[in-house]
């Protein structure tokens, strides 16, 4: 799996096929027709309450393909404490088993150092060693 390059309308069409839902079930779930599904499986991008009836549908959580995107690919800002922000702020990164794949494989294959890694992706030392030691 390519978080760098993400087509969620393929990644629906997968997921509709290995669990043998039929059209049908998805048109009444998602309020459509059968051309909406159809131009939603083209498509690498969608509106995000359709993508959570589709997580509800599917059972996956798509969302997380995203989070991962931004762990890898955006680290977020350093917010200073005087910055007021209304928003949620949360504690922890979630690290999906995609994303530890993804950095292991990246050390494993000597393709990059544990320390690259950490300054990189902002991965904190004591996790990346827990990963690495669980292997």
């Avoid at 309450?49 to 589709?54: E, K, M, Q």
Wanted: proline fraction near 4%.
């Amino acid at each position: 799996m390519n978080l760098k390059e993400i087509h969620i309308g393929t990644l629906l069409q997968i997921r509709m096929e290995e669990l043998q839902i039929s059209s049908e079930r998805a048109t009444k779930f998602l309020k459509c027709d059968e051309v909406d599904i159809k131009k939603m499986y083209q498509q690498s991008s969608i509106d995000t309450h359709l993508l959570l009836r589709w997580c509800k549908l599917l059972k996956y959580d798509y969302f997380r393909l995203f989070t991962g995107y931004l762990v890898l690919y955006a680290p977020p800002a350093h917010i200073s404490a005087s910055e007021k922000n209304n928003l949620p702020i949360f504690k922890k990164n979630i690290y999906t088993e995609e994303i530890k794949s993804f950095i292991l494989d990246k050390i494993f294959t000597n393709k990059m150092t544990p320390q690259e890694v950490i300054i990189k992706y902002r991965i904190p030392k004591t996790t990346l060693y827990r990963w690495i030691k669980k292997v």
